[in-house]
Structures are given as structure tokens and as C-alpha cells.
Antibody, heavy 124, light 107 residues
Framework: EVQLVESGGDLLQPGRSLTLSCTGS????????VSWFRQAPGKGLEWVGF??????????AYAASVEGRFTISRDDSTSVAYLQMNALRTEDTAVYYC???????????????WGQGTLVTVSS | DIQMTQSPSSLSASVGDRVTITCRAS??????LAWFQQKPGKAPKSLIY???SLNSGVPSKFSGSGSGTDFTLTISRLQPEDFATYYC?????????FGQGTKVEIK
């Protein structure tokens, strides 16, 4: 079974840092891109960023709201993608999801599956 | 940024009904559109990518169409497990953006 599992969510104060992990299983992790999304309490979905597979240079892209504060990386040897979050703000409070993304010829296709999510709460 | 607008924001329907949700992009996105289903307290589930391609395991009662700026998600013969919130998402350009969601409720 193809599965993604997020971990690392926590309650922390504004300005602190946190790293989330996304562990994939049931497929060749390195063949796929990984995207991170988030959902604030009672709100809709928001894209955070992604990292391409090494086939496409493991390049990254980020939403403007997190650019410069968040960094996505991957370790294909352990099938884990990371979301490093610095200078956290109260508005970063959300459930964070990772998602497997298939890319063909630099074109993204399916966004499946999603992990179960991990809650990050930023509060003083 | 490309704005995605879904309509309606919510709808009430009965089991067995045919339901159509529309999604409009503020600029052309070719067919770089995905649809997701989310139930309360659960992670989103991918239904459709490329505007009309069903993800593996998604029942054929779900269908998507459209290209350019106007897209639809249709659920034929609504079943109890289909009551959820549905989101469209464009991935033509960064930032990837979502519609505000359409909540499908039981009439």
C-alpha cells in the first residue's frame, strides 16, 4: 500500500523553529515529487511548496507566505521529505499535509496519496 | 496569483441525485486542474487530475471536464459516502491555488 505519514507537529511560540517529516512507503520514494499543503482551523487548503525528484534536479518552489522562512528537502535513502519551518508566526497554525506528486516531462500530474496530516500550533 | 472560484459554496442534495460543481480560474490554466474530496477531520483525497483523469481507485461516478478557465466536477448518483467538501486546485503556475471549497450536504 502506498502511504505517506507526517510527523513532528507541535505547540510552540512565535519565532521558534520546527521540522516536519513526511515518510513514504509502498513505492520508490525517489521517483516522485513531494508537495506540502496546510489547512488552518476551519479554513480551506493552501499550498506551501514542493520538491521535485532528483530526475528533475530536486528543485523547490514555495508560496510567498513562507518563502525565505520554510525549506523543503528530501532524503531518498530513507524515503523522507522534510519541511523546515523557521520564524514561525501565529498565522502558520494549521494541519500540515504532504502529498506524493507524479511528474512527467516537467509536467505535474496526479497528487496522490496525501498523508494524514500533523498539527502545528503557534501561540504565545 | 490565479484565483480559483467555485460555485456553489454549498449545496444540499439527496441520495441518488446528480451533482455538478463548477470551478472558474481567473486566467487560462489549460487542463492543469485537480479535484479533491475532504471529509471532516480527514485528509484530502485526490479524485481527478488533468481536469478529467481519474486517480486510481476513484469510482467512475466522479467525472471532470473543462479546459482553459471553466471546469466542472460531476457526481452521478450521489451516495452517503459522497457527502463532503470538494476543492479544485490549479497547478499551471506558482503559487498553486485552491478554490474556496463546495460543501455537499444531505437534503
Amino acid at each position: 500500500e502506498v502511504q505517506l505519514v507526517e510527523s513532528g507537529g507541535d505547540l510552540l511560540q512565535p519565532g521558534r523553529s520546527l521540522t516536519l517529516s513526511c515518510t513514504g512507503s509502498g513505492y520508490t520514494f525517489g521517483d516522485y515529487a513531494v508537495s506540502w499543503f496546510r489547512q488552518a482551523p476551519g479554513k480551506g487548503l493552501e499550498w506551501v511548496g514542493f520538491i521535485r525528484s532528483n530526475t528533475y534536479g530536486a528543485t523547490t518552489a514555495y508560496a510567498a507566505s513562507v518563502e525565505g522562512r520554510f525549506t523543503i528537502s528530501r532524503d531518498d535513502s530513507t524515503s523522507v521529505a522534510y519541511l523546515q519551518m523557521n520564524a514561525l508566526r501565529t498565522e502558520d497554525t494549521a494541519v500540515y499535509y504532504c502529498c506524493r506528486v507524479w511528474e512527467v516531462n516537467w509536467i505535474f500530474t496526479s497528487f496522490d496519496p496525501w498523508g494524514q496530516g500533523t498539527l502545528v500550533t503557534v501561540s504565545s | 496569483d490565479i484565483q480559483m472560484t467555485q460555485s456553489p459554496s454549498s449545496l444540499s442534495a439527496s441520495v441518488g441525485d446528480r451533482v455538478t460543481i463548477t470551478c472558474r480560474a481567473s486566467q487560462a490554466i489549460n487542463n492543469y486542474l485537480a479535484w479533491f474530496q475532504q471529509k471532516p477531520g480527514k485528509a484530502p483525497k485526490s479524485l481527478i487530475y488533468g481536469a478529467s483523469s481519474l486517480n486510481s481507485g476513484v469510482p467512475s461516478k466522479f467525472s471532470g471536464s473543462g479546459s482553459g478557465t471553466d471546469f466542472t466536477l460531476t457526481i452521478s448518483r450521489l451516495q452517503p459516502e459522497d457527502f463532503a467538501t470538494y476543492y479544485c486546485q490549479q497547478y499551471k503556475t506558482y503559487p498553486w491555488t485552491f478554490g474556496q471549497g463546495t460543501k455537499v450536504e444531505i437534503k
